[in-house]
């Protein structure tokens, strides 16, 4: 079984993540965003360093989501392969912030490494309004988040619910806006009765 959870930055795609793995008994995997060495650069100058960021992250999904591929677990990942390649590339691409032939080379390298891997058999799209994300943001304090900027953030959200409306696969939408599944465990019941409905539906009532 494999469940990956999208969403823009602020989401609460981690929350999420942690509390579905340990309701499951799945493994909790967190993409490896975070140890991209071109992040910092990427913030201070989008420009510059966007597809050198952008590339190295698909490297670094692409051998994460192949071990996890090769080990048969269930798992549970925060972010999927696609949020990089249908909502940030492109975005950075209509922002001037990448160029056409640098979205190009990257796409194409983006359409090898997909085919390798197999699809999700749930999504999980976690949506929050910008206040909301702008919220979550500030309360978790990650220097390197602090020089996001609005319109970056606003066009983001506006990419993934496009992107959300056309997804060819198994999706759960859930509103951040209405549910509070951190601090109140009756929206995660309700997210959680949502799943096994979905399970259910797709293995005839056996959710491993």
């Known amino acids: 079984m494999q469940i990956a959870i999208s969403g823009n930055i602020g989401a609460g795609k981690t929350e999420l993540t942690k509390l579905l793995s340990r309701h499951y008994g799945y493994r909790a995997v967190f993409g490896p965003s975070e140890e991209n060495p071109y992040l910092n650069s990427f913030y201070e100058d989008m420009r510059r ?82 206040p909301t994300l702008i919220r979550h943001i500030q309360k978790r304090g990650r220097e390197y988040e602090s020089g996001i900027r609005l319109d970056y953030l606003t066009n983001l959200n506006n990419r993934y619910e496009h992107w959300a409306s056309e997804y060819e696969g198994k999706m759960l939408v859930v509103d951040t806006d209405e549910l509070d599944f951190v601090e109140n465990r009756e929206h995660l019941g309700v997210i959680i009765n949502k799943i096994d409905s979905i399970f259910n539906s797709l293995f005839g009532g056996d959710d491993e």
């Open 49 to 130: 360093w966007s597809f050198n960021m952008m590339v190295h992250s698909l490297w670094a999904n692409a051998k994460q989501l192949m071990e996890l591929r090769d080990s048969g677990e269930s798992f549970i990942r925060d972010r999927s392969l696609y949020d990089d390649a249908a909502i940030f590339a492109p975005n950075l691409q209509s922002m001037n912030l990448m160029n056409t032939r640098d979205l190009a080379t990257y796409t194409h390298m983006f359409e090898t490494v997909c085919a390798l891997l197999p699809k999700p058999d749930l999504m999980i799209y976690v949506r929050g309004d910008v």
